[in-house]
């Protein structure tokens, strides 16, 4: 059920205004006895709060033995004072409130709907009435021209009064077939525009309308609920009266609050017939057919330009359509993010599962160390003791407390108890599935390359028989490049009905059809006689951001936020640099220098780089991620238990690292501590080339002077070369 048809009509229209003006001074009558109430329950609090004092009397008055019940009575009018003084704020602070956002709510939808109604009718009557007598007028004056100058070119009879009369005529029926075709589509158009009117947008409108009336009377429904929640008495001469009002309030349905209106508001509405063409126009015209364009060497042209500027304005409003289809998915997405959001109570209860308690050590209170009384009489029982099974945590506690008595070195003790230390530090997404690379979406493929220029495509087409995938400048097209003889080849990939061909067989996905003619070894077209032989990838540092999944927030930088992460391909574990979108292009230039300066570079002991993502913002730095987190971290938990021989290698790690970037003519310039990574081998990898500099031609370059280089870190080199 609905705002149905019956209510299309101007009458119906006026009804719906109507009966929300009457809703409207509903609630604000409403809203005006609810602050009554407030203050009323106010006035009444005050007032027996003033009479307390009243009722205590006098000290003599405690040895009446009555006095205790009246005491009783006073105290509890005190406290009636404070629950009506309580409840007369709550009613301010909820209902009330919330009755003030209903009525701004109810106003604004009014308004809107009320403006949208208007303008949709207004452009329906200018597009089937205003433009149609217009266009009838002007048809019938050049059709009487038309015939008016016909006869005179017929009764002319000197040849240059002909000429001039043939001129003139040829005139008018030029004039008259391109009002004509221009009168043909403006009858579509008002066919078109009556359709869309009556079978799609007032529909909408009004559909839209009824479901947001409904949720506002629920919203009041909820109102009206909370009210009588926090007025309600608990006294039995006020219980009756309570009850009936939550029964009034409960008998409420959205779904039939506007039956009785529309059962009274059935109009004897009829759709007006749709515009067709008046083929009394046609009277004193010839070869003019009711409907149908003219298309002869008078009208070509300008029939050309309409067919053009025509799919101009189709191509607009498809995109136009595009964009609203994807902001109201993402509006919907967000609906329902909220409508299924937890507390973060529940979210924390959520985590912790329904399983049992970890089982807790049977010590003694309080007087024994927890080292001092592990035995075997003291072993736990619960839980998973019960069925021989230890936990894994009093596992390794046990272990560990063994290898003591067992008379184990100190030194063995804490290189068992470091190689526990790293379980993984930061926390990942979950994995993805793995799919066969010929299931993967065409983006991931590594012969697709998106829309590059055909300049750069003949640079990457090296060999015969070498091919790519890119999708075609200002085209929605993809184009299947491919050299042969010399010479690069270009076919377009036919699509239709979501099946994907070149000349042979169609396949539902554009990778399934390059598979297809890589195994069969098929000729593309028969014509060309192309066969493909090697599939040119694209840039391996070049990712996409869906190629990349993020995790945690880990740790920020001096241009954004570091995230955890994996890659969708493989399920890698990755660090994710992330930079803000906000920065002035120089800055994002020299966050991504650290990229371009690892491309270089391969070592163990120098941080990986997998890729970047600069396709759209954010812009993205992916490197390999290490587990352990950074070294001054590292030292400044572990460093009293790991041994001098450890702390060696690591030293050794670093020097090995910067070793490799002297041999690349690489200066770090910013070798802190905080800025080197451990793994969970306790292996020592270097990081952060935000600050370092290329030497160039023997020379090492500098732009940004030594105003802003760390000295306590940098290398001597940076002295002499910044």
């Not at 009444?44 to 009243?54: K, R, S, T, V």
């Not at 490049?481 to 009905?497: A, C, E, T, Y």
């Not at 945690?552 to 890659?567: A, D, M, Q, T």
Request: hydrophobic share 35%; net charge negative.
């Amino acid at each position: 059920m609905g705002f149905g048809p019956e209510l299309w009509c101007p009458q119906g229209h006026s009804a719906l205004l109507r009966l929300q003006d009457g809703e409207l001074r509903l609630l604000e009558l409403m809203r005006k006895w609810m602050s009554q109430r407030a203050k009323s329950d106010r006035e009444y609090a005050g007032m027996l709060h003033h009479i307390a004092p009243c009722g205590a009397g006098g000290c003599h008055l405690h040895a009446i033995p009555d006095s205790q019940s009246w005491w009783v009575l006073v105290s509890r009018t005190e406290t009636l004072s404070q629950i009506l003084r309580r409840h007369a704020e709550e009613l301010a602070a909820g209902p009330l409130a919330k009755l003030s956002l209903l009525i701004r709510d109810k106003q604004q939808l009014r308004k809107a709907f009320s403006e949208q109604w208007q303008q949709l009718s207004q452009e329906y009557s200018r597009t089937t009435q205003q433009e149609m007598e217009k266009l009838k007028a002007q048809y019938r004056s050049l059709a009487r021209d038309s015939a008016q100058a016909k006869r005179k070119y017929q009764e002319a009879s000197k040849d240059k009064e002909r000429d001039k009369a043939k001129e003139k005529y040829v005139r008018s029926l030029w004039k008259l077939y391109a009002l004509h075709n221009q009168y043909v589509l403006a009858v579509q158009a008002a066919a078109l525009h009556h359709q869309h009117h009556y079978q799609r947008v007032l529909p909408s409108l009004h559909q839209s309308l009824y479901s947001l009336q409904q949720e506002m009377v629920l919203v009041l429904k909820e109102i009206l609920r909370e009210y009588c929640s926090i007025s309600s008495l608990v006294q039995e001469d006020m219980l009756a009266m309570h009850q009936e009002i939550a029964s009034a309030i409960q008998a409420i349905d959205p779904a039939t609050e506007y039956s009785s209106f529309i059962q009274s508001h059935q109009y004897e509405s009829e759709v007006p017939p749709t515009v067709s063409f008046d083929e009394s126009l046609l009277e004193d015209t010839e070869n003019l057919v009711p409907g149908e364009l003219q298309l002869n060497e008078l009208t070509l042209e300008s029939v050309q330009h309409c067919l053009t500027s025509v799919e101009e304005e189709l191509v607009a409003a498809t995109e136009a359509v595009s964009i609203k289809e994807q902001q109201t998915r993402e509006l919907k997405a967000e609906i329902c993010d909220e409508e299924q959001g937890r507390s973060p109570s529940e979210r924390k209860l959520a985590e912790l599962g329904v399983r049992d308690p970890l089982p807790a050590l049977p010590l003694p209170e309080d007087r024994q160390s927890i080292s001092s009384t592990v035995s075997q009489s003291h072993l736990p029982c619960s839980g998973s003791c019960r069925d021989g099974v230890l936990p894994s945590w009093w596992t390794a506690h046990a272990s560990f407390q063994e290898q003591e008595r067992s008379g184990a070195s100190a030194l063995e003790t804490l290189k068992n108890h470091i190689t526990g230390i790293f379980s993984p530090k930061y926390s990942l997404p979950p994995p993805v599935p793995l799919i066969p690379g010929v299931q993967k979406p065409l983006c991931q493929q590594v012969w697709y390359h998106g829309a590059i220029p055909r300049s750069e495509v003949q640079e990457l087409l090296t060999c015969s028989g070498d091919f790519l995938v890119r999708e075609s400048q200002g085209k929605q097209e993809y184009v299947l490049s491919v050299l042969w003889d010399g010479q690069p080849r270009h076919f377009i990939i036919q699509s239709v009905n979501n099946m994907f061909r070149l000349e042979g067989d169609s396949f539902p996905t554009i990778p399934l059809l390059i598979q297809h003619l890589l195994q069969s070894q098929q000729p593309i077209t028969r014509k060309s006689g192309i066969i493909l032989a090697r599939a040119v990838p694209k840039d391996k540092w070049v990712l996409n951001h869906e190629d990349v999944l993020l995790g945690e927030r880990i740790g920020r930088g001096n241009f954004g936020e570091v995230f955890s992460g994996r890659l969708r391909a493989d399920n890698t574990p990755v660090a994710v640099k992330s930079c803000r979108e906000t920065l002035p292009p120089e800055l994002k230039a020299k966050f991504l220098q650290e990229a371009r300066i690892l491309k270089q570079y391969r070592h163990p002991n120098i941080v990986r780089l997998i890729g970047v993502c600069t396709q759209k913002q954010p812009i993205y730095i992916v490197m390999e991620l290490v587990q352990g987190g950074d070294f001054l971290t590292f030292l400044r938990s572990e460093g009293p238990h790991l041994r001098v021989k450890e702390l060696i290698k690591m030293t050794e790690n670093a020097a090995a690292g910067m070793e490799y970037l002297e041999s690349k003519h690489c200066i770090h310039r910013d070798l802190a501590a905080r800025n080197c990574l451990v793994t969970e081998r306790n292996t020592l990898k270097i990081s952060d080339f935000g600050m370092s500099r290329e030497e160039e031609d023997g020379i090492y370059a500098s732009t940004g002077g030594m105003k802003q280089i760390p000295v306590k870190w940098t290398a001597p080199e940076a002295l002499n070369y910044g």
